[in-house]
Every structure is written in C-alpha cells, then in structure tokens.
C-alpha cells in the first residue's frame, strides 16, 4: 500500500522523515537537504551555524525554565548510500524516494530508504518542534557525506559545537545502546591493462552475478553473505580453468565502499563453440554458490547471455593483463577476519571488495576495511596493498578514520541506560558496533565530549532492502524524549 507518512506517530518526526527522504540527493555536500534543514530552522527562528565543509550546528532554545541545563547535541548525518535494483529506473540526483508501508515497516521501492540516516535527523528536528517535549538547550549537528568517507565529521569546525553531551541517532537496532565503534579505511587499486582485437570466431557475452542481498559492510558482514564481485571471479576462472577460450571485456561490480556487492556484470569474448559449455559451467558454479550461501542469499542466480557485438566489446583485455585482473580480484579478501577477543560476538577486523570498474586502459578495484584495533586495520591495509602490488596495480590509501573506544561507565552512558529501563522495564543492552560511527571522528575533535549512540530498528541498510520498524521508531522517539527531560 502507499505509505501515508504522516498518518503515523509520532507525527512530528515521520512528516520530517517525509520531507528529507523525499527530497533527491545530489551527489556532493547534500546542498538540496542542507537548504531544506535550514529552511526548517529559518522559519522556526532558531540559530543556524554552518562551517566549511557544510556541517550545520542548529542552535534550539531550552523549554523555559529549563535555559540553566547543560546543552545536549543531538547527531546525524544528512546523506544516505544511493542503492537500487538494476531493473528499477530511478534517478537519486532529481527523484525523492519512493515508499510503502509493510505491515510494522516502512520500505522503499526497489532503492534504499534512507533511514540511515534520515530518522535520526528528523528525530532531531521532531522534538524540537514538538511542545510536549522538555528539554535544556539543544545543538542540532547535522554532518555532512558520513557514507562516502565521514567527511562532515573529519573536516568538523568544533567551534560551532558548545555542548559536551552528545545522542548519536545513528544506530539501528532497538533495544541496544551502543558505546563504541569500528575505525576503518579504504585502499584503491588501479591496474593498466592493454588490449587487442577479438578473435574472429568469438562472440560477447554477458556474465552476470545478481539476486544477492547485499548489505552494509560492517553491519552484515558478520552474516557472511555473498559478493557478487568474488562470485563472478569464480565463473570466470572455472571457464578458463576447464579450457574455454574466454577473452575478458570489461568487469563491473558494486558501486560503494560501505556496501557488499550484490551484481557483477561481466563482458566477455568466447569461442562461438563454446557459448553453451559457458552456460554449463555458471549453471555449475550457480549450484555450489547456493550449496554456500543458500541460508543468506537465496537469490542468487549466474547468467549468460548473448549481447550484440558492438565497438565497445570488440577489443578484449590481453590475457596476461586479463588474468592479473582475476587473479588480483580472487586474491583480495572479504568477510571477517577476525572476532573480538574481549566483546563476544563482535567482529574486530574485516575486509569489503567493494567496487570494480574497467575502462579502456585500466581496471579499479575497491576495498573497504574496519577494525576496532587499529594495528589491526593497518595490518589489513598492508595485506591488501601488499595484494596489489603484487598484481602490478597502483595504490591509493585513504586516511583512516578512528575507532571510539566504549566507556560503559560514562554519565551519558548511565543515564541513557537508567531512563530505558525505566520506560521499558528491562535494560538495554550495551554494544560495540563493526561499523563506522562519527562519533570517534566527533571526539577526536572535541576531547571532552561524552557520546552515547541510539536508533530504531533498521534492516538491510545500505541495500534496497533496506527497512524502518515503525513500532521501534515510537520507541526510540519516546526514549530520546524522556532522555532529554532527564538531562534538564
């Protein structure tokens, strides 16, 4: 059914959630979501800081008679990652999101939602809206581009922050409050590759990996579903492995660093006799790729496909460069790595192959790795540089960001813990996350801030199965509520 948003309560933070989701995307600094918050905060009278990289710092007056409470900043992100199914046609730079509710869930329409992090920011705005809601001073930081490299919180000017009490809203799971996170960084490796004319007996194909549930790289990487990159690797090495003359056009796969690849697509050159012995073997590797990933990835399917023999499929890859490239896409790591040694069930370290592209002279690859050691994670980059080179590929390392070591004993920790029992009648539970958090970038900044991180039940984000519990969002609505008062 077509979701009426603000039909459902509470009513504030789902017609806020409405209008963010709602407005498209672009690509750099979220400039159409920052005018749109800005224009919210204009209207409303209260103070809007911005700073350099595009941060805003919305300053909100106390309830009165509560002007004397410590100010509370509450924190998220304005950008999401743009995912959608290949057979969807949507455009993220100049269309909103389309969304239905499902039973207890609000869903999109074949893209992600943007829940990560659109509830947070709406939460924010909600209850300061919202007249029933007492609270001291509020600072509203809204950071910029957290999907594509924690920039807002990296390039943060702390000057436009005065509060020392931090609600990260950007946490997903109900019940849990969570205390510290995964650093990470990123490693891309160019390989040059040369080519050469088609054979004369041979015809382009298209292989294709798809129907993969994807996910985001910390949060479902403990899951151990599949990548359609590493996926699509296996096929082409098996062709070429059983004696096929299998000529490598071009290879593409995913499409972000924070997210597993769900489709592969791979362009290829095959001897014409040989077209259905390709058929027979990604039929073959389809079936030992359910045998693994039947519980995560039911989906799945591998295709062959005839497409037409244009210019742009006429000039395979060398075989030597060709396979360097499968090599080095076979070689790289993904999944877990290691598992925390003080946190029990936490994944300490892992690896994302997120991303390949091929154009005509060079393929990329892309990779993503967390940890909450960070001698760990830069042992990971050593192994995957290492990788790299030893594929001829040139390397480009991104800075890591920091992890944020948990502190259970911390007031904000206390307090945010003490009022959900309260409410609920159980207490919730205290987490590490395998993720990404600002906040480790936040403090880093500001050494005396004392954060804690918070959020509903959100599913599958960062793929277009991606997913809010309404029932959760009352929940995590009403906690932050109460939060507050508390605070004041």
Same mark, same amino acid.
């Given at each position: 059914m077509s979701s009426p948003l603000v039909s459902l309560e509470p009513k504030l933070l789902w017609q806020h959630f409405d209008? +963010?989701?709602?407005?498209?995307?672009?690509?750099?600094?979220?400039?159409?979501? +920052?005018?749109?918050?800005?224009? @919210?905060?204009?209207?409303?009278?209260? *103070?809007? =800081? /911005?700073?350099?990289?595009?941060?805003?710092?919305?300053?909100?007056?106390? !309830?009165?008679?509560?002007?004397?409470?410590?100010?509370?900043?509450?924190?998220?992100?304005?950008?999401?990652?743009?995912?959608? #199914?290949?057979?969807?046609?949507?455009?993220?730079? !100049?269309?909103g999101i389309e969304v239905d509710v499902d039973g207890d869930w609000v869903v999109a329409r074949g893209t992600t939602l943007g829940a990560d992090n659109g509830i947070g920011v709406a939460t924010a705005m909600a209850v300061a809206d919202d007249p029933d809601v007492v609270h001291g001073p509020l600072e509203l930081l809204c950071t910029i581009d957290e999907e594509t490299g924690l920039t807002g919180a990296k390039e943060l000017d702390s000057s436009i922050v005065s509060g020392r009490i931090m609600l990260n809203l950007d946490t997903e799971e109900d019940g849990a409050v969570y205390i510290g996170c995964a650093g990470g960084a990123d490693s891309v490796g160019r390989l040059k590759v040369t080519r050469r004319p088609g054979y004369l007996n041979s015809v382009p194909v298209r292989v294709s990996v798809r129907g993969l549930r994807g996910g985001h790289s910390g949060l479902n990487i403990i899951e151990n579903r599949a990548n359609a990159i590493k996926l699509t690797t296996r096929v082409l090495l098996a062709a070429i492995e059983d004696g096929l003359e299998l000529d490598l056009v071009s290879i593409d796969g995913g499409s972000k660093h924070n997210a597993i690849p769900r489709e592969t697509f791979a362009v290829c050159r095959v001897n014409a006799g040989q077209v259905d012995a390709l058929k027979a073997i990604s039929e073959s590797c389809a079936k030992d790729f359910l045998e693994e990933f039947a519980a995560s990835d039911p989906d799945l399917e591998v295709l062959v496909e005839a497409i037409g023999d244009e210019d742009g499929v006429a000039t395979p890859i060398n075989v030597h460069a060709r396979d360097k490239?499968?090599?080095?896409?076979?070689?790289?790591?993904?999944?877990? =790595?290691?598992?925390?040694?003080?946190?029990?069930?936490?994944?300490?370290?892992? #690896? #994302?192959?997120?991303?390949?592209? !091929? *154009?005509?002279?060079?393929?990329?690859? @892309?990779?993503?790795?967390?940890?909450?050691?960070?001698?760990?994670?830069?042992?990971?980059?050593? /192994?995957?540089?290492?990788?790299?080179? =030893?594929?001829?590929?040139?390397?480009?390392?991104?800075?890591?960001?920091?992890? @944020?070591?948990? #502190?259970?004993?911390?007031?904000?920790?206390? !307090?945010?813990?003490?009022v959900y029992e309260k409410l609920f009648g159980a207490a919730p539970e205290l987490k590490a996350i395998h993720a990404g958090l600002e906040c480790g970038l936040l403090i880093e900044k500001i050494p005396d801030m004392d954060a804690v991180s918070i959020g509903p039940q959100i599913e599958n984000a960062h793929s277009p199965d991606e997913r809010v519990q309404i029932s959760s969002v009352q929940k995590f609505y009403k906690h932050v509520a109460a939060l507050l008062e508390e605070l004041a």
């Open positions: 209008s +963010i989701r709602s407005t498209p995307r672009p690509s750099k600094h979220e400039e159409q979501i +920052i005018e749109v918050v800005k224009a @919210w905060a204009a209207d409303r009278g209260h *103070e809007v =800081l /911005q700073d350099a990289a595009g941060s805003l710092s919305i300053r909100v007056a106390a !309830t009165p008679g509560h002007e004397g409470a410590p100010t509370v900043v509450l924190q998220g992100h304005l950008d999401m990652v743009c995912e959608k #199914n290949s057979n969807v046609e949507h455009d993220f730079m !100049t269309q490239v499968l090599q080095l896409l076979d070689g790289l790591p993904h999944g877990v =790595l290691s598992m925390s040694r003080d946190v029990e069930g936490l994944v300490e370290t892992s #690896n #994302n192959l997120a991303v390949v592209q !091929t *154009e005509d002279d060079r393929v990329t690859v @892309w990779v993503s790795y967390r940890s909450s050691i960070m001698p760990a994670l830069h042992a990971v980059r050593r /192994q995957v540089d290492s990788i790299y080179k =030893l594929a001829g590929a040139d390397v480009e390392v991104d800075d890591a960001y920091p992890g @944020w070591k948990p #502190n259970p004993n911390s007031a904000i920790v206390q !307090t945010t813990s003490a």
